[in-house]
């Protein structure tokens, strides 16, 4: 039996934005254009506008294919109960995801955050990838803070926001100077001193 339109359609996506990620994480977003991306998906050149838009909607797009995926990933095989536990494993896999073999879904993140800085129409779907981030983390402090874990004195959206912030800095440090930047060794510090400042 052959695949339906909707299967087809969510295959070529995907390969569109793997693509895209691996033009993007080697030369940057200024780069990379429409044309290329479908080529190198092998697909047509129209394929990527056709689907996406403009550049900038394929660089949200990436971002969202990127952050996202992790937490559908880390949500569907992590074993951790919710609360604490699920925050401090979602911390350290965060961090342990930006350098594997294949570090070509990290550079291509930082890049696209990057940009937003100075484009104005990336900012807003920018903004809905940051925003999903954050509510994750702040769900999983919230289920803390019930459980009697997490000290109930903690803001849950602050908390988040600068727990997503310091996680961002540190990739962003990773990728500019990867050689004197131990990602392990900041995981493990990190994941500490952020378990004694919010154990109940």
């Not at 087809?8 to 429409?34: C, K, N, Q, S």
């Amino acid at each position: 039996m052959g695949r339906t339109h909707a299967e087809r359609r969510d295959e070529a996506e995907r390969r569109l934005l793997a693509a895209a990620v691996r033009i993007v994480a080697d030369r940057g977003i200024e780069g990379m254009t429409l044309t290329e991306v479908g080529e190198a998906a092998g697909y047509s050149r129209g394929l990527p506008a056709h689907y996406f838009g403009r550049k900038h909607d394929l660089v949200a797009a990436v971002a969202s294919y990127i952050a996202d995926g992790f937490a559908t990933r880390l949500a569907r095989t992590s074993d951790r109960p919710p609360g604490m536990a699920s925050l401090l494993h979602s911390v350290a896999s965060y961090l342990d995801r930006a350098a594997p073999d294949d570090a070509a879904p990290t550079r291509a993140l930082m890049i696209a955050l990057a940009e937003a800085l100075t484009e104005p129409v990336l900012a807003e779907p920018m903004s809905g990838v940051t925003q999903r981030s954050v509510g994750r983390l702040r769900a999983m402090i919230r289920q803390g803070i019930e459980r009697g874990e997490i000290r109930r004195d903690v803001d849950p959206h602050a908390q988040a926001v600068i727990i997503l912030g310091t996680l961002r800095t540190t990739i962003a440090h990773w990728v500019i100077d990867p050689e004197h930047v131990d990602l392990a060794t900041l995981r493990d510090c990190y994941v500490s001193s952020l378990q004694r400042s919010l154990a109940a």
